[in-house]
């Protein structure tokens, strides 16, 4: 089989509480390395290229309606693309303003647009600000040759417009400014690309391993590079004390070894509780499956006809939420399964096996996993080498 192995049986399920609302389906940006448009899964091809105004108001009502039906305190509304401020800023404010509106009293929504950052000016950073709208930038690093793979479509570099971007961000609006996100290029220097954020004053960061399986593994796949470049990171992060910015994986790899909670959804066993509107109403997984095969996010099911709560008994979700007993049994046997977690979901994947493998990233996990519990005992343990080994 090729698509979502069956999840065995489960509690009630939980609820969602992000909601990644595709605002644009469409990029400025032809990305070489983009799974979403250059990989295995074409179905953006036959949707709107920009949400309607009548999906964008079915969308705000059905999660005004899943917030009230399980009494949420709070949710995460996500306004994703593509590249959402495609769609304007106006429009992006204006179905904030409309969720917001809608959702019960007492239900705190906290509004984030990811964007590429190419598009920011100061009137459209200044709008999302005043409508509380904070802003993710997605880049590969602080400086141009990091970025030289994020191009438009005739293309010409983007890293001119979006350092402007961020800077603007950073310099005019910081309290609007919620970190950049960076896949690792195992290629780079870590430190030198940590740094490199570091000069853009992110509040937080979040690194991401690219997306990769056991039918298409990712590039440099084998070797452990990831780890390497992730230990590198860390300790440079560790010896600073952790002040300069946060760092989510590295936040979450520390609380979950202590054994707090945290939940990220490349580690830890908490249940994942975020669905995906895209530009035609469609309820979908998130979009990392789509770098699996395609339609591999699909769940059949709109905002048009379906409420939430039919998502949540998609089998995709329900596999997602299984938590230990949902995992391979050779992860269910390893003694990090608590932080690891099985990794990423959409790392698991493996064509005529569906998602029940550990993830392709085992043996990286497993390194940087076990250097980072060697950093919290005193005397264990050495920084990463310069040439990026680990002790």
Same mark, same amino acid.
């Given at each position: 089989?090729?698509?979502?192995?069956?999840?065995?049986?489960?509690?009630?399920?939980?609820?969602?509480?992000?909601?990644?609302?595709k605002?644009?389906?469409?990029?400025?940006l032809?990305?070489?390395?983009?799974?979403?448009?250059?990989?295995?899964?074409?179905?953006?091809?036959?949707?709107?290229a920009?949400?309607?105004?009548?999906v964008?108001?079915?969308?705000?009502?059905?999660?005004?309606?899943?917030?009230?039906?399980?009494?949420?305190?709070?949710?995460?509304?996500? /306004?994703? %693309? &593509?590249? +959402?401020? $495609?769609a304007?800023?106006?429009?992006?404010?204006?179905?904030?303003? @409309?969720?917001? !509106?809608?959702?019960?009293?007492?239900?705190?929504v906290?509004?984030?647009?990811?964007?590429?950052?190419?598009?920011l000016?100061?009137?459209?950073?200044?709008?999302?600000?005043?409508?509380?709208?904070?802003?993710?930038?997605? /880049?590969? %690093? &602080?400086? +141009?040759? $990091?970025?030289?793979?994020?191009?438009?479509h005739?293309?010409?570099? @983007?890293?001119? !417009?979006?350092?402007?971007?961020?800077?603007?961000?950073?310099?005019?609006?910081?309290?609007?400014?919620?970190?950049?996100?960076?896949?690792?290029?195992?290629t780079?220097?870590?430190?030198?690309?940590y740094e490199?954020?570091?000069?853009?004053?992110?509040?937080?960061?979040?690194?991401?391993?690219?997306?990769?399986?056991?039918?298409?593994?990712?590039?440099?796949?084998?070797?452990?590079?990831?780890?390497?470049?992730?230990?590198?990171?860390?300790?440079?992060?560790?010896?600073?004390?952790?002040?300069?910015?946060?760092?989510?994986?590295?936040?979450?790899?520390?609380?979950?070894?202590?054994?707090?909670?945290?939940?990220?959804?490349?580690?830890?066993?908490?249940p994942?509780?975020?669905?995906?509107?895209?530009?035609?109403?469609?309820?979908?997984?998130?979009?990392?499956?789509?770098?699996?095969y395609?339609?591999?996010?699909?769940?059949?099911?709109?905002?048009?006809?379906?409420?939430?709560d039919?998502?949540?008994?998609?089998?995709?979700?329900?596999?997602?939420?299984?938590?230990?007993?949902?995992?391979?049994?050779s992860?269910?046997?390893?003694?990090?399964?608590?932080?690891?977690?099985?990794?990423?979901?959409?790392?698991?994947?493996?064509?005529?096996?569906?998602?029940?493998?550990?993830?392709v990233?085992?043996?990286?996990?497993?390194?940087?996993?076990?250097?980072?519990?060697?950093?919290?005992?005193?005397?264990?343990?050495?920084p990463?080498?310069?040439?990026?080994?680990?002790?």
């Amino acid at each position: 089989m090729s698509g979502t192995t069956a999840a065995p049986a489960r509690a009630r399920p939980r609820p969602f509480r992000q909601f990644i609302v595709k605002a644009h389906g469409r990029c400025n940006l032809a990305c070489r390395y983009c799974y979403l448009y250059e990989g295995p899964d074409h179905t953006w091809r036959s949707r709107p290229a920009a949400a309607p105004a009548e999906v964008l108001d079915r969308t705000a009502d059905r999660i005004a309606r899943h917030a009230r039906d399980h009494s949420l305190t709070a949710l995460s509304l996500v /306004l994703h %693309g &593509g590249e +959402p401020l $495609l769609a304007g800023a106006a429009t992006l404010a204006g179905f904030t303003d @409309s969720v917001r !509106a809608r959702v019960p009293e007492g239900c705190a929504v906290h509004a984030t647009v990811q964007t590429n950052a190419t598009l920011l000016t100061h009137d459209r950073v200044a709008l999302l600000a005043r409508h509380r709208i904070r802003i993710g930038i997605s /880049l590969d %690093g &602080g400086g +141009p040759a $990091l970025n030289a793979r994020r191009v438009d479509h005739a293309g010409r570099p @983007s890293w001119p !417009a979006a350092a402007r971007g961020a800077r603007l961000v950073a310099d005019r609006f910081p309290e609007a400014y919620a970190g950049v996100l960076t896949v690792v290029d195992p290629t780079t220097d870590p430190v030198e690309t940590y740094e490199s954020l570091l000069a853009l004053r992110p509040p937080a960061l979040d690194l991401l391993l690219p997306h990769g399986n056991w039918t298409s593994p990712p590039p440099h796949w084998g070797e452990e590079r990831y780890a390497d470049w992730l230990c590198r990171v860390f300790d440079r992060w560790w010896s600073a004390g952790r002040r300069e910015t946060r760092v989510r994986l590295f936040e979450e790899c520390v609380a979950l070894l202590l054994g707090l909670p945290a939940a990220t959804e490349s580690l830890g066993l908490a249940p994942f509780d975020a669905v995906v509107i895209e530009t035609d109403g469609s309820i979908e997984q998130v979009d990392s499956l789509k770098s699996a095969y395609d339609g591999a996010a699909e769940t059949g099911l709109d905002v048009f006809r379906h409420d939430f709560d039919q998502a949540l008994d998609h089998p995709g979700v329900a596999a997602r939420q299984a938590g230990l007993a949902g995992l391979a049994g050779s992860c269910r046997a390893c003694p990090l399964v608590a932080v690891c977690g099985g990794g990423h979901y959409a790392h698991r994947y493996r064509a005529g096996d569906g998602f029940r493998n550990p993830s392709v990233y085992c043996a990286d996990l497993q390194r940087f996993i076990r250097h980072v519990a060697a950093r919290l005992t005193p005397g264990r343990a050495r920084p990463a080498t310069d040439e990026g080994g680990t002790p």
